[in-house]
């Protein structure tokens, strides 16, 4: 559409209706404002990755502690004293891509109320991201 205006210029238009539009400072706040919430989604993103790994790696610890408790359990009902272990004992475990090295502690003490009964501390740690992560557990067991 073509218009003659008062001062008499040619101005061209491709929609009717006065001249109207955003100004720069109105798209530079719109933009720092999605830009904001983009981050602030992205941040929550990668939390959720970091929660979801470590809880993967805990629950591999849960079961191997488990699991070493139950072998300590049919060891002592085996043979009817506790088994002897090393001072640290070593695991790895491929989870991800990533080999994990597991550790575990244990001690144990004999009840001296209860002859055969035992009170077993077992503890498991790890490296996760270059922070040191661990669970204990502690269980009675018996020989019987």
Known sequence: MLSLRQDKKISVR??????????????????????????????????????????????????LLEHKLAFVQHALQANKKMPVYEEDEIENIVLNNQNIVFRFKMDYQPLVALPGVYVVHIGLSWQELGRNFGIKRTAVISKF
């Open 14 to 63: 491709f929609w009717p209706g006065p001249l109207g539009g955003f100004t720069f400072f109105e798209v530079m706040v719109t933009v720092v404002i999605l830009s904001i919430g983009i981050l602030i989604i992205y941040q929550g993103f990668l939390s959720g990755i970091f929660y979801q790994r470590q809880m993967t790696y805990r629950t591999y610890a849960m079961n």
